[in-house]
């Protein structure tokens, strides 16, 4: 084979393998920015986060919040689930940073494997 | 008074596949993992080969609760795959698994697939949810890709597909609702393989369960159901009959070789961690059995 093919086609598996273990990494990531509060579903991320703090901001204790299922849901405590939602944002961003150095840091397939 | 948390799995031998023994791995990560009792519910002849092939106190150690049961079984006979390139086919016993309402011996009850390996503890934020009943409504293949068209709707144009892989369900009216609902259509298979047009001999509760939350659910395919979660959205994440398990790093780094669904000869190696997985190809689960039970120090 044209050792030029060759490289390309290597790098190309590379590519595809790396690309397959960041989309693991976020759906892990996704899964973790799930918070269960009030019998509602929550997702942890800047949106959710930045309108909770404004509520409290503006000295709401309690509130009636659509959730991720677009049920509204009654939330006795902001402050209670703004903490929950920043947990489960720090924890899957967290996640997210470490893994992604270690792919950053894979220069070819054996590394990505940890081999 | 029933325990209040629990997982079950259902677990008959066949002749070429020791599903009791892949049980007590899968109850080794449910342990280590989501630190609940686990029971087992298996048929007088797997029970006997289970205590004369492993030690009472590993049995003891696996299983909180053992539950023999003697249902008739409907022949089903499977094809299997390890790899594109083997294949062999065995009986598949599954047509009492909607009697888990009635065997479990718990409250609230995570009924896993002996296949299903637990990783992470994500499942254990459904025992407080709200839903009574939780199955996946979607997949992904390790190479996150989605299942083929057949796994996904029943037929072309059909409904969507429920996994009864993984099931959650409570001591509700509702759940025992669906799990009544689930038996009439296992007790009438041909009848809704006629009406729903699905294919394949093979009886599938993956069928029954998408039938009966169709039913459930005023007969409309629904994004969001009022009783029945789909674990937030999350994938069901296989790995397939075709993929092979080539190397274990601990207990939850798995090396698989992943195929190309069109182009079976393509593969590429693929790192799951910290992730929940249901791997379809048993031979390769059983081949990795040894190395993760001494990762257990069993």
């Given amino acids: ?115 | 008074m029933n325990e209040q948390k629990g997982v079950c799995f259902f677990a008959y031998n066949n002749e070429q596949l020791d599903y009791v023994k892949m049980a007590i791995l899968a109850s080794k990560y449910v342990k280590e993992n989501l630190k609940l009792p686990v029971c087992l519910i298996t048929d007088e002849g797997s029970d006997n080969w289970l205590s004369q092939t492993h030690s009472k106190e590993l049995i003891e150690d696996s299983f909180d609760y053992i539950v023999i049961t003697n249902d008739e079984m409907k022949p089903n006979h499977r094809r299997h795959y390890d790899s594109p390139w083997s294949e062999f086919a065995a009986q598949f016993n599954n047509s009492n698994k909607h009697k888990i309402y009635e065997y479990s011996p718990f409250e609230q009850t995570l009924l896993l697939d002996i296949d299903y390996i637990v990783k992470t503890d994500v499942l254990l934020k459904y025992f407080d949810g709200d839903s009574p009943v939780c199955m996946f409504d979607n997949a992904l293949s390790v190479r996150n890709e989605l299942p083929s068209p057949q796994e996904r709707v029943l037929y072309d144009a059909g409904i969507k597909m429920w996994w009864s892989t993984v099931v959650y369900f409570d001591r509700s009216n509702f759940s025992k609702l669906f799990f009544d609902t689930w038996a009439h259509v296992a007790d009438n298979y041909a009848f809704y393989q006629y009406l729903y047009n699905f294919p394949s001999r093979l009886f599938r509760t993956d069928y029954c369960v998408s039938i009966a939350v169709h039913i459930l659910s005023g007969m409309q395919d629904t994004q969001t159901h009022l009783h029945i979660g789909n674990f937030d959205d999350t994938s069901l994440v296989n790995v397939s009959q075709k993929d092979d398990i080539i190397e274990t790093h601990g207990l939850n780094e798995w090396i698989i070789i992943a195929h190309d669904q069109k182009e079976t000869w393509k593969n590429i190696l693929v790192k799951v961690d910290k992730q929940d997985i249901h791997v379809m190809n048993k031979r390769a689960l059983e081949r990795m059995l040894p190395g993760l039970m001494e990762e257990f120090d069993v």
């Fill in chain 1, 1 to 115: 084979m044209d050792e030029r093919l060759e490289k390309a086609l290597e790098f190309s598996n590379y590519a595809l393998t790396i690309n397959n273990q960041k989309r693991n990494i976020r759906n892990r990531v996704a899964q973790l920015q799930i918070v269960h509060y009030a019998g509602g579903v929550f997702i942890a991320n800047h949106e959710t986060i930045s309108f909770i703090k404004t509520l409290i901001d503006m000295k709401h204790k309690k509130s009636i919040i659509i959730d991720s299922k677009n049920n509204p849901i009654t939330v006795k405590s902001l402050n209670e689930l703004l903490e929950k939602l920043m947990d489960a944002y720090t924890s899957a961003t967290t996640e997210f940073d470490i893994e992604n150095e270690k792919i950053k840091k894979s220069r070819n397939i054996k590394k990505i494997m940890d081999w």
